[in-house]
């Protein structure tokens, strides 16, 4: 059982995706976990099946789930729980501001529950159960190897250790940029036969 979500910055789409049959792979579009474009949010502000908080402002076109100002935080989560096997959930976003950096990040969460909307890990509560996808922006260990995009699981006791961006407690990750992009950045995020994968793409390649 997971909720699922996503934090910070602008998101054109998030789509989830599950496999209706596990041996026959069979993708199925669940729209109760999807948003997009051109009808993304109603007249009142509302995104069916979803809630929004903190400093979150969501249009017919995308999600601001934080806007280019200092300390804002912002999220967006399903409000209905899974129940999916395998799945994989593609999203959309821009990130952008003035200056070379920006911090701290943008994370996708499928946890056992929904976190806060000021919390201090991307925007989200600490010790979460379950799993974090993390595009981390802000090189707090000094390392010269960010913006990184990395997986951590969690089991509800860790802190996620910013001083060394969560280095030691990553699943896996990789360097790859995202900011002030000219074309939205799209990732796959799949989780499939007891296996993540984290797909990229800038916009910019093929
Ligand atoms: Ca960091
Ligand atoms: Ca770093």
New binding site residues.
Partial sequence: MSLFRVASWTFISAVLVIWTDALVPHRKFEYKYSFKPPYLAQKDGSVPFWQYGGNAIASAENVRVAPSLRSQKGAIWSKSKTNFDWWEAEIVFRVTGRGRIG???LAFWYTDSQGAYDGNVFGSSDKWVGLGVFF??????NKHN?P?IMAMVNDGTKEFD?TN??SSQMLSGCVKDFRNKPFPTRAKIEYYMNTLTVLFHNGMTK
């Fill in positions: 911090a701290d990040g981390d922006s802000f090189d707090n260990d960010n990184y910013h961006d969560g």
